[in-house]
Nanobody, 126 residues
Framework: QVQLIESGGGLVQAGGSLRLSCAAS????????MGWFRQALGKEREFVAA????????YYADSIKGRFTISRDNAKNTMYLQMNSPKPADTSVYYC???????????????????WGQGTQVTVPS
């Protein structure tokens, strides 16, 4: 069992920056593949970024590639999403997700993960 708690959301101006954090409980954080997803009002949940258990492999959605960076600090049981140059289209509730596995097959799909946080709202006004 792992509990995930997101933080760092809020209002950010287009072109600014924001860093989301996902703190995980438990002593086996380093064994989890981690991901960020987002869901805008009235839309389906979509993949944002993912990172392998060692942090050596990262995956990004095309819509945020080059602007957002995923990272993790296994010593702190925390994953991050650095959001640079956000756009109004990035406005969503952002969720972190986890699965204890070394496999990265289908890592970009919500069904891959079995643990989810409660979400944090990010708003980029137009």
């Amino acid at each position: 069992q792992v509990q995930l708690i997101e933080s760092g959301g809020g209002l950010v101006q287009a072109g600014g920056s924001l860093r989301l954090s996902c703190a995980a409980s438990g002593r086996t954080f380093s064994s989890y593949v981690m991901g960020w997803f987002r869901q805008a009002l009235g839309k389906e949940r979509e993949f944002v970024a993912a990172i392998s258990w060692k942090g050596s492999n990262t995956y990004y959605a095309d819509s945020i590639k080059g602007r957002f960076t995923i990272s993790r600090d296994n010593a702190k049981n925390t994953m991050y999403l650095q959001m640079n140059s956000p756009k109004p289209a990035d406005t969503s509730v952002y969720y972190c997700a986890a699965r204890m596995t070394i496999s990265e097959t289908t890592i970009t799909t919500p069904g891959f993960y079995n643990y989810w946080g409660q979400g944090t709202q990010v708003t980029v006004p137009s």
